[in-house]
């Protein structure tokens, strides 16, 4: 008879394999007759518990967030580290492939292209010819297989029943609310509102000191030690270190850089505790209420904006949302709304 053994149990030997994998380099960075037993480093944080501390990429405002006086000079000072960018492939009717006689056009596959690669890689591309033919006909399978379930659904008339066609419905009324508002928002900006904007930011920065900092974190102090270590008997960089087992995705793949942020941007306790380093200086393992850190400070000095140029997207964008959320409200309030509902009392 057919092996009929359930997929999951294919992928938790893979799991627990990668896991065994990233075990073993730790135990080999600790002495060998230090047996321990690691296990929560090789686990990635719930979206919830990313550091607050590392949340430091150049830009001013995050969507739906409300931000700080020190966030906002944050944005505009020089940093080194690149934000994500949205690729440059323009969206076109272009018919890249067919299947079952379902077009597959260039925007629909750009969408897929942007889930498969990073950011750093979609900066790379002017047109479709940049992009590696592998990534392209991952890209054209994955559009493939979409079309086809979606053609099997409408075959059964799924597009009929109640519940997914008010879930349709409800994309359908996202999707124009969003374009629209993306149509809008342009119109809300002009540049003397953003020279405005940049002037005001810039002389907030007088007399404020910044630095460049790199952590690496972990899960619990035992991990730290190890860690801490292989630093010390140059078994490997900090930023191999960083690369291989900090819990921290945002920065980990750039060697833990936290790029150049303002005294008092970062959680209080993390400060407390580089504060006393000397450029170059590596810290102890030190615990936060966010884990077990060991960082280093690279560079010390006076706060700096970025140039206008630099700051130009930066600064739109919030003036944008900013302007989007008065538009909204002036909108609502302009509104004649009707409750037609008695409400009683306490509801």
């Known amino acids: 008879m057919p092996d009929k053994r359930p997929f999951t149990w294919i992928l ?45 990429e150049p830009e001013i405002i995050r969507e739906n967030s409300p931000q700080s006086d020190m966030e906002t000079e944050q944005a505009v000072t020089e940093s080194p580290i690149q934000h994500d960018s949205y690729p440059n492939i323009k969206p076109t009717e272009t018919v890249i492939a067919r299947v079952n006689g379902a077009d597959i056009g260039q925007s629909l596959l750009d969408s897929y292209l942007n889930q498969l690669a990073s950011a750093e ?43 997914t066609a008010a879930n349709i419905e409800h994309s359908k009324r996202n999707i ?29 920065l007088k007399g404020k000191q910044e630095y460049r900092a790199k952590h690496i974190l972990l899960a619990n102090e035992k991990e730290a030690r190890i860690v801490d270590k292989a630093i010390k008997e140059k078994k490997k960089t900090f930023d191999e270190l960083a690369k291989l087992f900090s819990l921290d995705d945002a920065t980990s793949y750039r060697g833990g850089d936290l790029g150049y942020v303002l005294d008092g941007q970062l959680n209080a306790e993390f400060e407390t505790a580089i504060k006393p380093l000397k450029i ?3 810290s102890k393992p030190f615990e936060t209420e966010l884990g077990w850190h060991i960082a280093v400070v690279d560079d ?48």
């Open 12 to 56: 938790a030997a893979l799991l627990l394999f990668n896991a065994v994998g990233v075990v073993l380099i730790l135990v080999e960075l600790n002495d060998t007759d230090e047996k321990v037993a690691i296990s929560a480093i090789v686990v990635p944080p719930a979206e919830n518990e990313t550091l607050d501390i590392i949340q430091i």
């Open 121 to 163: 890689q979609r900066a790379q591309w002017d047109t479709l010819g940049d992009v590696p033919q592998k990534l392209v006909m991952q890209g054209i399978n994955d559009a493939a297989l979409d079309n086809l379930l979606v053609q099997l659904a409408l075959q059964i008339q799924l597009d009929q029943d109640p519940t």
């Open 176 to 204: 124009l609310k969003n374009a629209f508002l993306e149509r809008l928002a342009p119109g809300l900006v002009n540049d003397e509102a953003i020279i405005n904007q940049y002037a005001s930011l810039s002389a907030s």
């Open 280 to 282: 170059g200086q590596i």
């Open 300 to 347: 010390r000095r006076k706060a700096r904006p970025m140039s206008l140029e630099q700051a130009t997207p930066i600064i739109r964008r919030k003036l944008e949302q900013q302007a989007i959320q008065q538009y909204l409200a002036d909108l609502l309030d302009s509104a004649e709304i009707e409750v037609l509902v008695n409400f009683e009392p306490g509801e």
